[in-house]
């Protein structure tokens, strides 16, 4: 059964600072990993998707990189900003079924 | 809008109560699924659908019913509601696996079983 972790399930940081955000997974056979970010009681919004074949996406100040092979993703946010405050989601799609499983999420707060 | 559309965005039910929740798209996804979000438990995938007339279980089934009769829609039904049902549901569909296309996420009915 795969399982994905994040650690840590929450961060706090001073505006500027860059921000690394982890994600593990225990069943390397993954199609694709996306990222999200949710703001207190909404949605989820697609940050990133990264394609099993590629090693790293970006937009914008945002970066993700996966290492298949090691079961991790890391997604990056240069320069922090206030408004980056949310809770940040992984999910791993597994081929079988085009399933999501994510993981618990990182809680981020950027202080001003 | 194009993207994933639930009704309604909150509800309170009494116990034993039914009722359904709605999810519709419109950029002819294949795949649709429903998630449910509690504290602690990160969201767990209740249904899923891989196409008009397709459906089957994920992770935690019990007590929801589901149909998709159309690509567009894919409602999901309480039996009799309990309060362990109280969580927040998300829907979201996404194109098929081959077009490497990710996963859009509605914008969650916030339920309240009472």
């Known amino acids: 059964k795969q399982e994905v972790t994040q650690i840590p399930a929450a961060l706090s940081v001073p505006e500027g600072e860059n921000l690394v955000l982890n994600c593990s997974f225990t069943d390397s056979a993954i199609y694709n990993l996306q990222w999200f970010r949710q703001d207190p009681g909404k949605g989820l919004t697609s940050l990133l998707l990264?394609?099993?074949?590629?090693r790293e996406q970006t937009s914008g100040r945002l970066n993700a990189s996966l290492d298949k092979s090691s079961g991790r993703s890391t997604l990056y946010i240069a320069a922090s900003q206030p408004g980056d405050s949310a809770t940040y989601l992984c999910?791993?799609?597994?081929?079988?079924?085009?399933?999501?499983?994510f993981g618990g999420g990182t809680r981020v707060l950027v202080k001003p | 809008n194009a993207g994933v559309t639930q009704t309604p965005k909150f509800q309170v039910l009494k116990t034993g109560q039914s009722m359904t929740l709605q999810c519709a798209q419109d950029?002819?996804?294949?795949?649709m699924s429903w998630y449910r979000q509690d504290p602690g438990m990160g969201l767990r995938l209740i249904h899923y659908s891989v196409g008009a007339g397709i459906t089957d279980q994920g992770e935690v089934p019990n007590g929801y019913n589901v149909s998709r009769s159309t690509t567009e829609d894919f409602p999901l039904r309480l039996l009799s509601a309990a309060p362990s049902q109280t969580s927040v549901y998300f829907c979201?569909?996404?194109?098929?696996?081959?077009?490497?296309?990710?996963?859009?996420f509605g914008s969650g009915t916030r339920l309240t079983v009472v």
């Open positions: 990264i394609q099993s074949s590629q």
């Open positions: 950029m002819n996804h294949e795949y």
């Open positions: 979201a569909s996404s194109y098929n696996l081959g077009d490497n296309y990710g996963y859009t």
């Open positions: 999910a791993v799609i597994k081929a079988a079924g085009n399933k999501l499983t």
